[in-house]
């Protein structure tokens, strides 16, 4: 019930605000308590946090091509297990090496995959400490007093999980709220521009 009165109340207030937040964005004079913000879309379009992700991408790809060397070593070593006897110590020698060979890779894989997690999380906190300090800058300067989070993606009518997403939005329904892209150019700011790979994400409405 507490959950369902909340939900009701921030409804009434966003569709109280929804004709003057326009006026407040465009015009720089603020009369309007709320906004929103599409947090997956400045995720996708933030400049350092993507990059930060490549290069782990990069290291990724980069170790791979070390495994499938390590795993080529370890069926040259099994190989020479065929030119002995089984049970004879030189078969026990190529064995040992063998089993020693794939713990150590085992272990090196294991201590790279924490490493990558590590660094995958460290950039999506950094990224969203840089994104919540924006919409507190944003925010105060406007006079916003709350700032929900918003998808502005269509759902996909031919995936489930998509219209799932869909129908657990918080907001349903939003005009002119959205502040976006001006937090994004705000992150941004500063960050040279790559060369893009693909195209660019369109405009959240």
């Given at each position: 019930?507490?959950?369902?009165?909340c939900?009701?109340?921030?409804?009434a207030?966003?569709?109280?605000l929804?004709?003057?937040?326009?006026?407040?964005y465009?015009?720089g004079?603020?009369t309007?308590?709320?906004?929103?913000?599409?947090?997956?879309y400045?995720?996708?379009?933030?400049?350092?946090?993507?990059?930060?992700?490549?290069?782990?991408?990069k290291?990724i790809?980069?170790?791979?091509?070390v495994?499938?060397?390590?795993q080529q070593?370890?069926?040259?070593?099994?190989?020479?297990?065929?030119?002995f006897?089984?049970g004879?110590?030189?078969?026990?020698?190529?064995?040992?090496?063998?089993?020693?060979m794939r713990?150590?890779?085992?272990?090196?894989?294991?201590?790279?995959?924490?490493?990558?997690?590590?660094?995958?999380?460290?950039?999506?906190?950094?990224?969203?400490?840089e994104?919540?300090?924006?919409?507190?800058e944003?925010?105060?300067?406007?006079?916003?007093?709350?700032?929900?989070?918003?998808?502005?993606?269509?759902?996909?009518?031919?995936n489930?999980?998509?219209?799932?997403q869909?129908i657990n939005?918080?907001?349903?329904?939003?005009?002119?709220?959205?502040?976006?892209?001006?937090?994004?150019?705000?992150?941004?700011?500063?960050t040279?521009?790559?060369?893009?790979?693909?195209?660019?994400?369109?405009?959240?409405r």
């Amino acid at each position: 019930m507490k959950t369902s009165l909340c939900s009701a109340a921030v409804a009434a207030v966003l569709l109280s605000l929804g004709l003057s937040a326009g006026q407040a964005y465009g015009q720089g004079a603020p009369t309007t308590s709320a906004a929103v913000i599409d947090i997956p879309y400045v995720f996708k379009n933030h400049l350092r946090f993507q990059q930060a992700i490549n290069d782990i991408k990069k290291d990724i790809d980069a170790y791979q091509e070390v495994l499938k060397q390590e795993q080529q070593k370890l069926r040259v070593e099994a190989e020479k297990a065929t030119q002995f006897r089984a049970g004879t110590q030189e078969y026990k020698n190529v064995e040992e090496s063998v089993a020693r060979m794939r713990v150590e890779s085992q272990l090196e894989a294991a201590r790279r995959q924490k490493d990558f997690m590590e660094r995958e999380a460290k950039a999506y906190f950094t990224a969203y400490k840089e994104v919540e300090a924006a919409v507190k800058e944003f925010a105060v300067r406007n006079r916003v007093t709350l700032v929900l989070r918003y998808s502005g993606e269509d759902m996909d009518p031919t995936n489930r999980e998509s219209i799932m997403q869909g129908i657990n939005r918080f907001v349903v329904y939003q005009d002119r709220l959205n502040i976006t892209e001006m937090v994004l150019e705000m992150v941004n700011r500063g960050t040279p521009l790559a060369t893009p790979t693909s195209p660019p994400l369109p405009t959240r409405r």
